[in-house]
């Protein structure tokens, strides 16, 4: 019995990490599409900093009622890391971006996120991958932005939203890498206020799917996910991602899914398959 108890505990925990993993994932892919309904109608510094402000307010309520200690000061400084990815820069330069680009396009820049995640990971741990690690990691950006350059408004270019865009991506694989190392250890995050304009229905839905589930609850799910099946193994449920924003782009917004989209899309994943997988052997 015990020695059976004792090879099925592993394969659960992994498990229920993949789940975990895969539910905040699914949160997270309505994000962009969120956001560009959010910012329609609403400032993208409130739609940024605003849902900042409303997780931390959960996650301080969360605290309290559950009377979970507050981060060490080692832990405040390693929270400054990722606050500066996934609680303030991912937020704000998407919003920036989708004011004037759609999620569609966004959700393409996004599928470079998990190989960002894992040059971070394994520059922090101080890892020595094969030259194919660096090579799939190269590969997946000059897709993207061989895709940015031929699909933007000015041929041949760079445009601002395509800038804060990877800017975002930049900043949230630094985020991520970072929390899923602190994910074992208890987390709190605190912002400031802002002060909220007039909008419609649509655009405050869209304000608090981003506030209380992207900010909050997908990411209960996600870093639970990544501290009990392993960054590296939930970290590849990410490349279903931007794929799902696509869909929901469509569905939603009824934006269209270019053929070269879903080409650049699939390229990337590509390169962020083998990248993972040369990075475990």
Do not use: K
């Amino acid at each position: 019995m015990t020695a059976q108890s004792s090879a099925t505990a592993p394969r659960t925990v992994t498990v229920s990490g993949l789940a975990l993993g895969a539910l905040g994932v699914l949160a997270f892919s309505m994000s962009l599409p969120a956001t560009r309904v959010a910012v329609h109608e609403l400032d993208p510094w409130f739609v940024a900093f605003g849902r900042a402000v409303g997780a931390a307010l959960l996650a301080w309520a969360y605290l309290r009622i559950t009377g979970a200690p507050g981060p060490s000061r080692a832990q405040w400084r390693r929270l400054s890391i990722v606050a500066l990815g996934v609680v303030f820069g991912f937020p704000l330069f998407t919003s920036l971006a989708l004011t004037s680009t759609t999620a569609a396009h966004g959700a393409v820049v996004v599928t470079v996120l998990p190989a960002m995640t894992a040059i971070f990971a394994v520059l922090r741990a101080g890892e020595r991958p094969p030259p194919m690690f660096w090579l799939a990691s190269v590969g997946g950006v000059v897709v993207v932005l061989t895709f940015l350059v031929t699909t933007g408004s000015v041929r041949g270019s760079l445009q601002r939203e395509d800038l804060y865009l990877l800017a975002a991506v930049l900043l949230c694989g630094l985020g991520y890498a970072e929390g899923g190392a602190l994910a074992r250890e208890p987390v709190a995050l605190v912002a400031g206020l802002s002060h909220p304009p007039s909008a419609g229905g649509d655009a405050w839905a869209g304000f608090a799917y981003v506030t209380v589930i992207s900010m909050f609850l997908g990411f209960f799910a996600w870093y639970a996910g990544l501290a009990r099946g392993g960054i590296a193994q939930v970290g590849q449920i990410q490349l279903a991602q931007p794929l799902l924003t696509l869909i929901w782009s469509a569905l939603l917004l009824g934006e269209a899914v270019t053929p070269a989209s879903i080409v650049a899309a699939l390229v990337v994943l590509g390169c962020v398959v083998l990248l993972q997988r040369t990075r475990r052997s």
